[in-house]
């Protein structure tokens, strides 16, 4: 169950920006806005809540925090993966010390390693919304409610070890 819980966590992202007009400071002239990618610090199995900490790389490049809490939603399906469902918080925070603050909440697919699933170790894709509830400095102009759409992967090594979570964040 601990793998599991880790796993979801991972949930947060490849981020498109909804409102696109007033998040023009996080779009490069690209599609790609940030690379995120985070280690699991901790994970209680019991109540569903942890964190895990890393780095953002791009137009915006910093540290990341995010807190986590998911929910299983239902059985497993035919491919072995529980549905799950997840609200975090995230806060990045760029090189100048500017911050930007989100809810994070979503549904994924978590492989935890029952008999049959072909995936190795846990972990799964996770999709949802980011959604801006505070930034500072330069990041303090764009509005409140700003959303991101996001797409995530999370793996825990076979060996049962808490694990990694990568995150693409893409403007439209």
């Given amino acids: 169950m601990k793998r599991f819980g880790v796993a979801v966590v991972g949930a947060l992202l490849a981020c498109t920006v909804v409102g696109s007009a007033s998040a023009q400071i996080l779009h490069n002239g690209q599609h790609e806005v940030i690379r995120q990618q985070d280690s699991i610090q901790q994970f209680n199995v019991v109540t569903g809540t942890g964190y895990q900490i890393g780095t953002a790389t791009g137009p915006i490049a910093g540290t990341t925090y995010v807190a986590f809490h998911y929910t299983i939603t239902g059985a497993p399906g035919t491919d072995g993966a529980l549905p799950v469902s997840f609200n ?85």
């Fill in 88 to 172: 975090n918080k995230v806060l990045i925070t760029d090189i100048d010390g500017d911050q930007l603050s989100f809810d994070n909440d979503g549904t994924g697919r978590f492989h935890a390693g029952f008999p049959g699933d072909p995936f190795q170790g846990t972990g799964g894709p996770m999709t949802g919304t980011y959604v801006l509830t505070s930034g500072t400095g330069k990041y303090s102009s764009l509005p409140v409610g700003t959303q991101l759409a996001y797409k995530a992967v999370l793996t825990n090594p076979p060996n049962g070890a808490l694990g990694n979570v990568y995150v693409e964040l893409t403007a439209r």
